[in-house]
């Protein structure tokens, strides 16, 4: 396929295969294909894998990375994100040509080293969303923000057919893509290691296990809703909204050292928040409290 004219790279009959069988390519491959899009197969160091994304996407199993590479226009390296490098150096000698992804968020298209004189297009897509399931996953992806990164051809290309399925795309820098994945990581798995410690301590004042959970979660879920609409000082409330110290003395005296040092740094952070929704109230008691051991 020829990529010199933007204009004229015809996404619709572009072949994808993916060097990979986990969750995200499978889900990815999977999304792409119902969304009508040709998907050449699969490639897996393990082959019963790359067999089973085949039949659950009704695409082919490819019996080896120079078959997978050489028969598709653009690959997909769907692999661990410390296996990248590896797998690249091995494919390389067959992509002479081709347009080359991964769906790592931490690492950049700079990854695939010698892409340019190698005649590849390189790019990096992140779907900013939890693939959890290789079977169930993909039916979430229409809702979710694919941000891209790389040259020119492949960010057109990336465009042209994430927008046709109706998702949204950010183009993100080379630079920038360590500092969006923790903050994806903070957003996504973080929050919930506040959540268990929120449920924990539920169950320690004789909440049942289930009870807990679905409580929290529509407290959580009505901050969450209030952040979207409002910001994140307009919808903080509580104890070190309002500067009661007293109150926070108290949460830190009845929690384990662990928890205490957890919330210790979360108020700590938070007092940050709430001096940008009450510039002139006096937060220093809090910040010293929470800056102590």
Known sequence: MNWNRKDNIQTDRMQIGFVGAGKVGVSLGKYLKEKGRKIGGYYSLTRASAAWAAEFTGTKCYESLEEAVSSCDMILFTVPDSCIAKVWEEAKPFA????????????????????????????????????????????????????????????????????????????ISAENKIKYHAAAAVSSNYMTALFAMAEELFL?????????????????????????????????????????????????????????????????YLVKVAKEKHPDRDYSAISQRCSSR
């Open 96 to 171: 002479s040509g081709k347009l080359i992804g991964h769906c790592s968020g931490l690492y950049s298209s700079q990854i695939f080293s010698d892409a340019g004189s190698n005649h590849c297009h390189a790019c990096s897509i992140h779907p900013l969303f939890a693939v959890s399931s290789k079977e169930h996953s993909w039916k979430e992806l229409s809702e979710v923000l694919f941000t891209i990164e790389g040259d020119a051809v492949c960010l057109h290309v990336l465009e042209t057919i994430f927008h046709s399925m109706g998702n949204h795309t950010r183009t």
């Open 204 to 268: 320690e004042c004789g909440f049942k296990e289930e009870e807990a959970r679905k409580e929290l979660y529509k407290l959580a879920k009505g901050n969450l809703d209030h952040i979207l609409a409002q910001g994140c000082a307009e919808s903080l409330t509580g104890p070190l909204e309002r500067g009661d110290l007293e109150t926070i003395e108290k949460h830190l005296d009845a929690l384990d050292p662990e928890k205490k040092e957890v919330y210790q740094k979360c108020a700590g």
